[in-house]
T-cell receptor
Framework: LAKTTQPISMDSYEGQEVNITCSHN???????ITWYQQFPSQGPRFIIQ???TKVTNEVASLFIPADRKSSTLSLPRVSLSDTAVYYC???????????????FGKGTKLSVKP | DSGVTQTPKHLITATGQRVTLRCSPR?????VYWYQQSLDQGLQFLIQ???????AKGNILERFSAQQFPDLHSELNLSSLELGDSALYFC?????????????????FGPGTRLTVL
């Protein structure tokens, strides 16, 4: 199982860049890495997904080194509304009859201060 | 609004009881996932259905069961409820096809059902 490890919490100030790293040492060859954002009492929301190197969209960038054993979510110029829990997700295939299991880490609670 | 609906929003019941949570996926999505989120835990994957068939199974207790109906809505049944079952239960949907890795599909989460067992 591709278990993930993230920092429990991070603090930042408005306007700063925030980098959250996720470790996934047992990632499988065909696994993608996906990040979700969750506000209190709401369902998680997709942020970004990648397989290797770098992916960028309008809200974030995702950096994945060559060995793919970790990934870093980068949030440019955060604002107060970015205060949330951020989850790194790496899945396991259920090919060959083995049971799949979607492993969300416990998430990183990001607090953005004015 | 993700397009995924869940009912009820809140549910309060007693230990030993049985409840049913309902989820309607986004229009066109064939996969439904169920997750449990307790106060001090992250998201725990329970089970996935694709087009009516069980596709992947996580840490789902034997007291819990789920199904996906021909109209693609899904129900999660929780029986012999215990205090520890109190949690937020989320449903998510995606357009996953059976030969793709489940983690590659963006999941759209519903607003959740908050279950309180007294």
């Amino acid at each position: 199982l591709a278990k993930t490890t993230q920092p429990i919490s991070m603090d930042s100030y408005e306007g700063q860049e925030v980098n959250i790293t996720c470790s996934h040492n047992n990632i499988a060859t065909n696994d993608y890495i996906t990040w979700y954002q969750q506000f209190p009492s709401q369902g998680p929301r997709f942020i970004i997904q990648g397989y290797k190197t770098k992916v960028t969209n309008e809200v974030a960038s995702l950096f994945i080194p060559a060995d793919r054993k970790s990934s870093t979510l980068s949030l440019p110029r955060v604002s107060l509304s970015d205060t949330a829990v951020y989850y790194c997700l790496v899945g396991v295939s259920n090919y060959g009859g083995s049971q799949g299991n979607l492993i969300f880490g416990k998430g990183t609670k990001l607090s953005v201060k004015p | 609004d993700s397009g995924v609906t869940q009912t009820p929003k809140h549910l309060i019941t007693a230990t030993g009881q049985r409840v049913t949570l309902r989820c309607s996926p986004r229009s066109g999505d064939l996969s439904v996932y169920w997750y449990q989120q307790s106060l001090d835990q992250g998201l725990q994957f329970l089970i996935q259905y694709y087009n009516g068939e069980e596709r992947a199974k996580g840490n789902i207790l034997e007291r819990f069961s789920a199904q996906q109906f021909p109209d693609l809505h899904s129900e999660l049944n929780l029986s012999s409820l215990e205090l520890g079952d109190s949690a937020l239960y989320f449903c998510a949907s995606s357009g996953a096809v059976p030969d793709r890795r489940i983690a590659t599909d963006t999941q759209y989460f519903g607003p959740g059902t908050r279950l309180t067992v007294l």
